[in-house]
Structure formats: C-alpha cells, structure tokens
C-alpha cells in the first residue's frame, strides 16, 4: 500500500471544508475513483492486445493490471511523457 498527501493552505482547506462535508474524505475518494477508472482503461488494453496476439490473459484484475505494464502496453504517465518529449526532440532535429 502506498500514501499520498497534499499539503493545502489554510485558506485552501476552508474552501473545500465549504464544498466537502469533509475533504480528507473527498480526496481519498477522488484518487481511488481516478484509479479505478485508469485501472478499467489499462484491462482494456491488455484484454485487447492478448486476443490480438493469442496471449493468456491473467487471471484478475490486479494479475491484468501488472500484465499489462510487464508487456509494455501500458506505461506509466512519465514514460509516455519521455517518450513524446523524445519523439518531439527526433522531429525538431530532422
């Protein structure tokens, strides 16, 4: 398990304390739905690429999720990042 934490300002905290009953509560919501959604959009990629290319897919969604990033078809936000920046770099230099 890993943690994330934000620092806010105090003034930060009081506009959320005023949109969210409680904004601790909120973020960790917001984070876990945002993975949730990322997690549903990578077991897409790795179900599609496996009936493609007559892989066995793992079994459940975590062992799909790691299958996923040990194929390579899913990457990391930074990866791609690099991967652009690079290709950005490839085109300039031509």
């Known amino acids: 398990m890993a943690t ?3 620092e806010v300002t105090d003034i930060e905290l009081k506009c959320m304390e005023y949109c969210a009953a409680d ?3 909120w ?3 917001a984070v876990t ?4 959604i990322a997690g549903d ?4 990629l790795v179900v599609a690429h496996c009936n493609a290319n007559d892989i066995a897919i793992a079994v459940g969604r975590d062992a799909q999720i790691q299958q996923a990033f040990d194929l390579d078809v ?3 936000a930074a990866e791609r990042n690099a991967e652009a920046e690079a290709e ?4 300039e230099g031509e």
């Open 88 to 91: 950005m770099a490839a085109k």
């Open 74 to 76: 899913a990457k990391t």
């Open 27 to 29: 973020a960790d919501n």
């Open 33 to 36: 739905n945002r993975a949730r």
């Open 41 to 44: 959009e990578i077991v897409g």
């Open 4 to 6: 994330i934490s934000i």
């Open 23 to 25: 904004p601790q509560d």
